[in-house]
């Protein structure tokens, strides 16, 4: 059974510091995703990976894949007010069906 | 575009009831999806499409209906309601061809008495 998790749950951090979230699957995938979501709204696509050693990059967000390990990473740098939300990861349970398994959420706070 | 729709934004049930929460898109994509969003907690796939006339199981299907008559439309249907049916549900899509990008939509929040 493929399983997601995510760490950590929660994170609070000064602005201008840095910081990464990692999410961790059970079992082989060819896909993984990183959302966005802020409180009360819908999900926003970050990044898409899909081969490892992928590496995304947007704004202040940054995203690994690492398949052997099977592992990804959403490295923030220099944080920022407007970066506050909860961050999904996802993976795909089986080829090109988006049988998509959610992480449960980092939910990250950034403060002054 | 108007991406992905969904109708209506908030409905509260009364066990047992049944009701229709509608899911619509125009960018022509292929595969569409319904999630549910319990709170504190990530998204649970509860039925998708790879096409019309073609539908799945995902992780927590007991209790909804789906049918994909047309590429624009992905109508999820609860058959008697219940109070653990009260959830945040998510209708997604993307095209089948070269990007795995989804589109969701913005949500309906279902509470079931």
């Known amino acids: 059974e493929l399983k997601v998790e995510q760490n950590p749950l929660f994170l609070s951090m000064q602005e201008g510091k840095n910081y990464t979230i990692y999410c961790n699957y059970s079992t082989t995938s060819d896909r993984l995703y990183w959302y966005r979501q802020d409180p009360g709204k819908s999900l926003e696509s970050l990044f898409v990976l899909l081969s490892n050693g992928a590496v995304k990059q947007e704004g202040r967000l940054m995203a690994s894949l690492d398949t052997k390990a099977r592992l990804s990473t959403l490295h923030i740098t220099a944080a920022v007010h407007d970066l506050s939300a909860t961050y999904f990861c996802a993976v795909d349970r089986a080829y090109n069906t988006d049988k998509l398994i959610f992480g449960t959420g980092t939910r990250l706070q950034v403060f002054p | 575009n108007a991406g992905v729709t969904q109708t209506p934004k908030f409905q509260v049930l009364k066990t047992g009831q049944s009701m229709t929460l509608q899911c619509a898109q125009d960018m022509n994509h292929e595969y569409m999806s319904w999630y549910r969003q319990d709170p504190g907690m990530g998204l649970r796939l509860i039925h998708y499409?790879?096409?019309?006339?073609?539908?799945d199981q995902g992780e927590v299907p007991n209790g909804y209906n789906v049918s994909r008559s047309t590429t624009e439309d992905f109508p999820l249907r609860l058959l008697s309601a219940a109070p653990s049916q009260t959830s945040v549900y998510f209708c997604a899509s993307r095209t089948g061809f070269s990007s795995y990008e989804q589109y969701f939509g913005p949500g309906t929040r279902l509470t079931v008495t």
């Open positions: 499409s790879v096409g019309a006339g073609i539908t």
